[in-house]
């Protein structure tokens, strides 16, 4: 007996309804605890420094230019090369001063030739004078030219001795050894005399540049240890001196540039590495250091996130004593041991479980 088509297609409409509703009652599975950045508050306490970030600069570092204007015809070293007392440089089109210098060069022949012709003139008027032929103010007159014709000579001499010098001047030399640590120029711009092409960073002592908000100055002098530490140095600290502080601030930062010079680098100290000048002063500062990326406002208070019992989050509110270049001081709120959220402390939430790198 044959089954009708319209029960066909209800049995089949049922068995697909069945079916969905098998796969909607399947719980989806739980999503892993987030990873997070955290911090382990350290004990109570807190050294009183101030840290700065720097660059490791030497302490002699010359502009080097040309002592002639002109268009750059070439570049002879790189940034990052030694250089020797001496050496070539860089050079500029010669065409134009060595044209000078030929102009100079006639200028000074006709100025020999007037004052041959000069002179001549002289001696001979003076010989007629003495027989008396020619009149006193003749010869007084040529006397006069004589002399004209030879201070243009001498002119004409200088004139030629300065081209004949900016000819000399196409070719830039390292005037010390040292090595290039700035390239401020390229072949075919047209230079100023005078305007830098290149930096050239004297060997030697070495020191780092900071910037010091002109509220801090004062704990510059109250300094009692300075440890300057590299970035790519982890662990390493140098012993390191404050030799000059500027005695105006800068007019867009307003904060005064500091020098501080290491008082013993060794090899592993290099020009341009990112350093970190810690100003150490005596005594202890109560409270624990955290990273000022931890604290939040909540309600207008700061706050933090702490792991606590099943790795949940939760809320703590704490009193901040002081925000450091190396993080915020937090007076009460927080025990020596607990763990806090470092970073991104605005993307969880109260209850929120996550894991961390131990």
């Known amino acids: 007996m044959a089954i009708p088509a ?6 089949a409409l049922a068995c697909a309804i069945a079916t969905l509703g098998a796969c909607g009652s399947k719980e989806p599975p739980p999503e892993a605890p987030r990873l997070v950045a955290t911090h382990v508050v350290g004990a109570g306490n807190a050294r009183t420094e101030a840290n700065y970030s720097g ?36 050079r500029l089109d010669p065409a134009d001063l060595e044209l000078n210098a030929g102009a100079a060069r006639a200028q000074l022949a006709a100025a020999e030739s007037d004052l041959i012709f000069a002179k001549a003139e002289y001696e001979r008027y003076r010989d007629l004078r003495g027989r008396h032929f020619v009149s ?53 711009q047209v230079v100023a005399a005078g305007q830098p092409v290149l930096r050239l960073a004297r060997p030697g002592e070495m020191e ?63 020009l341009g590495m990112t350093a970190n000048v810690f100003l150490g002063r005596q005594g202890t500062t109560a409270g624990v250091l955290v990273p000022a990326t931890a604290v939040f406002q909540q309600d207008g208070k700061p706050a933090v996130w702490v792991v606590g019992a099943g790795n949940a989050l939760v809320l703590r509110p704490v009193d901040i004593a002081q925000f450091r270049e190396d993080g915020a001081l937090v007076a009460g709120g927080l025990k020596a041991g607990e763990r806090i959220v470092a970073a991104g402390v605005h993307k969880v939430f109260a209850g929120e479980k996550i894991r961390f790198e131990p």
């Open 6 to 11: 319209p029960l066909l297609r209800a049995a």
């Open 208 to 270: 780092v540049a900071i910037a010091v908000p002109e509220n801090r100055v004062a704990e510059l002098k109250a300094a009692t240890e300075i440890r300057i530490a590299l970035w790519a140095e982890n662990g390493r600290t140098y012993a390191g001196r404050i030799r000059e502080i500027a005695p105006m601030a800068d007019p867009a930062t307003r904060t005064y540039a500091v020098r501080v010079s290491l008082l013993a680098p060794d090899a592993d100290v290099r």
């Open 136 to 188: 006193q103010a003749a010869l007084e007159g040529k006397e006069a030219a004589w002399r004209t014709a030879k201070g243009r000579m001498e002119a004409a001499t200088a004139q030629a001795g300065l081209a004949r010098n900016q000819s000399a001047y196409a070719t830039l030399a390292a005037d010390a050894a040292g090595v290039i640590s700035a390239v401020l120029a390229e072949p075919g």
């Open 55 to 90: 660059e490791v600069k030497p302490r002699y570092e010359t502009p080097l230019a040309f002592r002639a204007g002109g268009k750059m015809a070439s570049r002879l070293v790189e940034v990052g090369q030694a250089v020797r007392p001496g050496q070539p440089l860089a």
